[in-house]
């Protein structure tokens, strides 16, 4: 277990904290955030990079704070991986072991076997691709035996394709090393693939920890639910309990969430949860229908991204299924009718 207590740090201009972060053993936690918001700087701090103004970083109860980066017992990937250039592949596995006078031992070679860079250990790191580069710097921040692991963004550089290979295979070490991994990354996608928790930082500021799914279902803010890339947002107030005036969809909507104490609010919901009805299957018990004229849709592959307009002028983005497409008929300017689930609905206070 990773444990970091009350830590600030200061770079330049910049200050990170306090953050209280607990990184539970055999997890993959997730440091999500928009580009400058102290990521990086967490990870720098915890591997002994930069040195905390206060607070502790503790590793299964030891206290690392004042350690030097050799005697902390954890491996370190940067985004720029790092790797020597005038070295071959093999010398650069090896060098932690070197400068820690250890042998390498059957556990290295089980690496670069599951890794699949055996063919690769002669040849100079100059000379591979992105993804040979990345299997090589992750085999050398592992090859030492250090089952905790600190990523920096290590697969912003590679195409998605590699991107996916790399997370299955990350998970993979995972699983059967029984590592702990603190992983920075921006990428929405990467991060709820990936992490068992993820914590949001804005600003130097611990935003949130959880889930990811929790988070992305119920995000606990209004600047988190845009950072999640969420449209469907709209001013609203509360009217009575379990009631929601909303403006620009010209209709008063039935939710499940508690109302924050505000009766200014912003309301949420997720495109994929808004259901697109027929007339012909409508039936007395739907709720939350409101009334909405087509005004553009995109293909997905196999799903459409449709926007809607409501009755006041608010866009309502909804996902369907392509077939959706034929099925109902979808075209610009048609007008359908909406539902939004209640219990799919979530309430945000305004921000200041």
């Not at 299955?168 to 029984?178: A, I, K, N, Q, T």
Request: hydrophobic share 40%; with cysteine.
């Amino acid at each position: 277990m990773i444990r970091v207590e009350g830590l600030r740090v200061r770079a330049g201009n910049f200050l990170l904290g306090e953050i209280d972060l607990e990184v539970k053993s055999g997890e993959i936690h997730v440091l999500l955030g928009p580009t400058g918001s102290g990521k990086s700087t967490l990870l720098e701090t915890v591997i002994g990079l930069r040195t905390p103004e206060a607070g502790r970083i503790l590793l299964e109860g030891r206290d690392l704070t004042r350690l030097p980066v050799e005697k902390r017992g954890l491996g370190y990937l940067p985004q720029d991986l790092a790797l020597f250039p005038h070295l071959s592949v093999r010398e650069n596995i090896l060098y932690g072991l070197k400068i820690r006078k250890r042998p390498s031992d059957g556990f290295v070679f089980e690496l670069c076997r599951i890794l699949d860079i055996n063919h690769l250990l002669e040849r100079r790191v100059t000379s591979l691709s992105g993804g040979e580069r990345q299997r090589v710097a992750l085999a050398r921040a592992l090859a030492p035996g250090f089952r905790h692991l600190l990523l920096d963004e290590p697969f912003s550089a590679l195409h998605q394709g590699l991107r996916r290979e790399l997370w299955d295979l990350l998970s993979e070490l995972r699983h059967r090393y029984g590592l702990t991994v603190l992983l920075v990354t921006h990428d929405l996608k990467e991060a709820f693939f990936l992490g068992d928790t993820v914590s949001v930082i804005f600003e130097g500021r611990l935003e949130a920890s959880g889930p990811p799914e929790r988070l992305y279902r119920k995000p606990p803010s209004l600047r988190m639910a845009r950072f999640f890339g969420l449209r469907n947002l709209f001013p609203g107030r509360v009217r009575q309990e379990g009631r929601v005036e909303v403006p620009s969809l010209g209709t008063v909507l039935r939710v499940t969430s508690t109302p924050p104490s505000r009766r200014k609010i912003y309301v949420g919901i997720h495109p994929e949860d808004v259901l697109v009805v027929h007339e012909k299957y409508l039936h007395p018990e739907q709720e939350n229908l409101l009334s909405a004229r087509l005004v553009n849709l995109r293909s997905e592959g196999l799903q459409v991204r449709v926007l809607f307009k409501g009755e006041g002028g608010g866009l309502l983005e909804v996902i369907l299924p392509d077939l959706a497409r034929s099925k109902l008929d979808l075209s610009p300017g048609c007008r359908l009718r909406l539902s939004l689930p209640p219990e799919r609905i979530f309430l945000l206070e305004e921000e200041e």
